[in-house]
């Protein structure tokens, strides 16, 4: 089975720059999506295959993968962009698998 | 635009069934495929497996056999999950999500998804 891990939890300072990686064996050879989950709501997508950004999502949102690591980079971090955050990835043996999610706490 | 509706919370005794709803509108339903995903409390996210739209064949996730049934209502746009001898270990919001295609499926991702539908297992 392929398995994506995440780092529990990342702080940051308003206006600073958050990052929040996800590893999986050579995950740089397929694509990483990510997800926002704030409290009680529902996953929203924010970055798709890598590093594209859906229509609405604030460009302070990239993502890249590369190796064995996608990252999520959150740029000018604001209060609102506290919440839990997912990757994504495919593989041919369990279709779809997700990360254990790292919540985000703007300090 | 698109939009995924989905039915209400449920409480639900230990042996008994549920049946949750995944109404679609803004697009074309039977064009994207649809995902199901599994939320236990206080915890991430479990793909649970996904409904072709058009072929209205399901495939399910490992730990998702036997007692999960994916289904569709094409006539009214709308998916079910049905759940049946349920134990307390069931509880969990169930999501639905659309599947959009990339050339490959592993360029593949979800958007949007339903609000969730909170099912409680308690005797």
């Known amino acids: 089975s392929y398995e994506l891990t995440q780092p529990p939890s990342v702080s940051v300072s308003p206006g600073q720059t958050a990052s929040v990686t996800c590893s999986g064996d050579k995950l740089g050879d397929r694509y990483a999506s990510w997800y926002q989950q704030k409290a009680g709501q529902s996953p929203v997508l924010v970055i798709y295959?890598?590093?594209k950004r859906p229509s609405g999502i604030p460009e302070r949102f990239s993502g890249s993968n590369s190796g064995n690591t996608a990252t999520l980079t959150i740029s000018e971090t604001q209060a609102m962009d506290e919440a839990d955050y997912y990757c994504?990835?495919?593989?041919?043996?369990?279709?779809?698998?997700f990360g254990p999610g790292t919540k985000v706490t703007v300090l | 635009q698109a939009r995924l509706v989905q039915s209400g919370s449920e409480l639900k005794k230990p042996g008994a069934s549920v049946k949750v709803s995944c109404k679609a509108s803004g697009y074309p339903f039977t064009e994207f495929a649809l995902n199901w995903v599994r939320q236990a409390p206080g915890q991430g996210l479990q793909w649970m497996g996904w409904?072709?739209?058009?072929?209205?064949?399901?495939t399910y996730a490992q730990g998702f056999t036997g007692r999960f049934v994916f289904s569709l209502d094409t006539s009214v746009n709308t998916a079910y999950l049905q759940i049946s001898s349920l134990k307390t270990e069931d509880t969990a919001i169930y999501y639905c999500a659309r599947e959009i295609p990339a050339a490959t499926p592993m360029g593949n991702w979800f958007d949007p998804w339903g609000q969730g539908t909170l099912v409680t297992v308690s005797s």
């Open positions: 409904i072709n739209t058009n072929t209205e064949t399901p």
């Open positions: 994504q990835a495919w593989d041919s043996s369990v279709h779809y698998v």
């Open positions: 295959q890598d590093s």
